[in-house]
């Protein structure tokens, strides 16, 4: 394992079971992470909308590409779970398709952190399924977690759900308010505002699936502190340069995972 540090934040490069398995009971406040999803979201997102790149007609390209990291199963799920309930003082919330919400209910019970909600994420610009056979998907859901003994939520008890255009390549500053360095890039805006509404000032923030570093961006400019787990050494990389205010180029041209949950190959 690597870390390396700055300012208020901490990447270790690892797999995140053998990492959290390493770390002390209740040492982070929250957490918030946006793990790989089930393997029939790996196996449907074959599709997705190239950018820049355009075609003669203005559109971006399709075309086809399998995700480049595996998807999750029931034990490491379980595992995940458990790992987080015993390392998070107050909450958790994580990413997953709105078929999987059922399963993360089930994970987080068994470890002891009750399950509280399903909070959708729409996408105002997702791509339509190209057969038209049936819709395109325009969500994603993120499972909440709570102690009994946690605090109430910043946020307080107002329904809640988010509303941002996800990010592209390519697109820096555009619609998702952010670029996608990663295939599963979530737009800085909608982590701003997520750990806005359920983090407070000074807590310690853990994201065990960190990805390209979004979570911690967000954390660092709302004054939070964070720990970040990655596996691919290209997007620890990447996290760390972000991290330490140094935008990264993205590594491969490639978009969010599910903005067409219904296409097929």
Sequence with gaps: MRTVEGPGWKMIHGDCLDVLAAMPDKSVAVTLTDPPYEVEAHTLQRRYKTGPALSSDGERR?????????????????????????????????????????????????????????????????????????????????????????????????????????????????????????????????????????????????DPFAGSGTTGVACIRLGRQFIGIEKDPAYFEIACRRLAGDEAKPRKEQPSLFDLLGATP
């Design 62 to 206: 399709v075309t086809n590409a399998p995700l480049n990291f595996a998807a999750i199963d029931s034990v490491d799920r379980v595992n995940v779970a458990a790992l987080i309930a015993r390392l998070t003082e107050h909450r958790a919330l994580a990413f997953c398709q709105a078929e999987a919400i059922k399963d993360w209910k089930e994970a987080f019970n068994a470890a002891g952190m009750p399950y509280r909600r399903a909070i959708p994420w729409t996408k105002p610009a997702a791509m339509p399924s190209l057969h038209g056979r049936y819709p395109g998907q325009a969500f994603e859901a993120i499972a909440l977690a709570q102690f009994p003994s946690a605090p109430a939520c910043p946020m307080g008890g107002a329904a809640r759900h988010y509303s941002f255009t996800r990010a592209r390549p390519g697109q820096a500053g555009g619609p998702g308010g952010t670029e996608a360095f990663h295939p599963t890039t979530k737009p800085l805006p909608l982590m701003l505002a997520m750990v806005t509404d359920f983090t407070e000032p000074g807590d310690i923030v853990l």
